[in-house]
């Protein structure tokens, strides 16, 4: 014998949703009762029981709104992680980046220290010469 | 000899000519902007709901504002989770753009043109010479720019699927949980609350001035929904952006990603100031 169990997908997002969405409107309607002309005219009673219960159908689409947002955001978590890992790569790779270029600003130095060698002016290789060990005491 | 220098520093501006990032930094830049200025309207998710709750108090009571109230302390402890994805996504253009910022070109060019400046100047064959273009090839080797590159095409395309996931996710809150519901449910109660008030108090003067004041909480709330439905386009914009932008990161130069990504820039920086007049 097999079992037909059909699998229903359940999305608690849109499910807290809706609910959220006819508490409200069950709540303005029972608001918009008590505000209407009634024959025989609501008693000042009634009218106060009625807006407690607006009120208490009110707060609980206010529950409902608040977990329809938590579903939402619990859906994507697996997303919102890699994300996460991935900016941190990114900083990483930019750190590894900013090692590199203190390298690279350390030969581009040297470079111009052998130039001034080159051309033999004594003032351009102090400067040079100054340069690259400023930087290299940094 | 000289062939040995010209090579790699032609090499190097090749390279450089080809990983200019600027229009992914610009790209970025804007996208923090843009999630930026939906934070306010995370926060009035639960500023929404507190209004709602002070207009159960009739007019003319005189009592101070509710601050605190357990459904609306529920709803602003989870937007603050949706702020925190939105900083998540903040954070991330924010590294893409200081790895698309990062100035390695800029360093890597002038070394370049400054070995083959020395090479000259040294003469031909000279060991002074061999040890310039040493330091040269190892400029142009360490490949500072190809890393730059490489890494930004990983990182765009590793987020590919998840970004748009995400920022669907947010616009679904602002959408569904903010606009349909939450402002709604606000608009109909602060009605109710002049209706009520109105039932009581026939006088004809008093109902103008309530009218009045129900036009300006009316237009206060039109404002935030009209605020929020831009943002909802950003956020559509930068998804559409951020996933072309992926899926084309490693085969475009950078000359063609201007084309690419400038109509979203220019789309952002429009929609921006329209999300921050609601809030």
Known sequence: ?138 | MRAYIFLPVSLLFALSGCTTPDAVSKFCGVAVTTLSSAKPLFEDMKQSCLREVNSRTSIGTFAPPVTEDKGCEAIGGKSSGAEAAVELLSDYYGAINSLALFGTSKVGGEAGVLAEKSGAAVGVGSPAQTALNSIATFVVNTGVSGYQERKLAKDLSNSSGDIPTVINALIKIIQSDYIDLQLKSEEQKVAIRFQEFAAEDSSGQVKVMLDDRWHADQQAIQARRESARNLIFALQALSKGTSELAANANHLKAKELPALLNPYVTQLQSLVPQVQKGF
């Open chain 1, 1 to 138: 014998m097999t079992s037909d169990v059909r699998k229903i997908p359940i999305d608690p997002a849109a499910q807290a949703l809706e609910l959220a969405k006819l508490f409200n409107d069950v709540s303005f309607a029972i608001d918009e009762y008590r505000l209407s002309e009634q024959d025989p005219p609501l008693s000042k009673s009634e009218k106060s029981r009625l807006k407690n219960v607006a009120q208490g159908m009110e707060d609980s689409a206010h529950y409902l709104t608040a977990e329809a947002i938590g579903a939402t955001l619990e859906a994507i978590q697996p997303q919102l992680d890699n994300i996460k890992l991935i900016t941190i790569q990114a900083k990483t790779q930019l750190e590894v980046l900013k090692d590199a270029e203190k390298v690279i600003v350390v030969a581009t130095l040297a470079l111009n220290l052998g130039t001034a060698m080159a051309a033999g002016n004594p003032l351009s290789i102090i400067a040079a010469a100054d340069e690259l060990a400023e930087t290299l005491t940094a």
